[in-house]
């Protein structure tokens, strides 16, 4: 495999990932600017939202995929910039092992409107990476770092000395910040 080789592949993906957040810093900067006009904001806000779609997404599906850790933090860096980090725990943890099957939020059923499958695979891919999150943190006690939903979760068990372990008797607290550190 060519890619395995030539690490220029690599390389030109690291450098997206760079390039994403001085973009994203540079489009903050401008929106700063009083004199802009409502064209050049509706123009700047349009660029940096393609650049969240097809850098943000796309390259971060492509680290999301590897196994060094580093690269999937880029890949979860690169989700943040479009505010979608969900996607690293469902498209890995659910489409992967769901994939063309009704309980793939991320297929398409046949003959579905483009319309349909928005409202179906927007909320449901969120909601399926909160599901996979909370099972993940309830079958493993510990204290999880990070969600890639952006939220941090607590576990904290509320169960009388004799009772056995089940995924009832764990409370998930939800914590606003950090988001890069789930596996």
Same mark, same amino acid.
């Given at each position: 495999?060519?890619?395995?080789? %030539?690490?220029?592949?690599? !390389?030109?993906l690291y450098?997206?990932?760079?390039? @994403? ?9 401008? /929106? ?6 409502? #064209?050049?904001? =509706? $123009?700047?806000?349009?660029? /940096? $939202?393609?650049?969240? *779609?097809?850098? *943000? ?14 690269? @999937? ?11 979608? /980090? ?25 003959? @579905? ?10 909320? *449901?891919? !969120?909601? #399926? ?13 510990k204290l ?11 576990? =904290?068990?509320?169960? %009388?000395? #004799?009772?056995?372990r089940t995924? @009832?008797?764990?409370?998930?607290? #939800?914590?606003? *910040? ?6």
């Open positions: 495999d060519i890619l395995k080789v %030539n690490p220029v592949y690599d !390389y030109i450098a997206v990932v760079v390039f @994403q957040f001085v973009a994203l810093w540079l489009f903050l900067k401008s /929106m700063l600017l009083t004199e802009v006009s409502l #064209s050049d904001t =509706v $123009g700047r806000v349009i660029a /940096m $939202g393609l650049l969240c *779609g097809i850098f *943000g997404i796309n390259v971060a599906h492509e680290l999301g995929h590897r196994v060094n850790f580093v690269e @999937q933090l880029f890949a979860k860096s690169l989700l943040l910039t479009s505010l979608y /980090m969900h996607f690293f725990i469902e498209h890995n943890k659910g489409h992967h092992k769901h994939v063309a099957t009704p309980d793939d939020p991320s297929t398409a059923k046949l003959n @579905q409107s483009l319309y349909r499958f928005w409202l179906q695979t927007l909320p *449901g891919t !969120y909601l #399926s990476a909160w599901h996979i999150a909370v099972a993940d943190a309830t079958i493993t006690p999880a770092t990070a969600s890639t939903t952006a939220a941090a979760y607590i576990n =904290v068990d509320i169960r %009388n000395a #004799s009772d056995t995924a @009832q008797d764990t409370v998930t607290i #939800s914590i606003a *910040g950090a988001g890069l550190l789930y596996d």
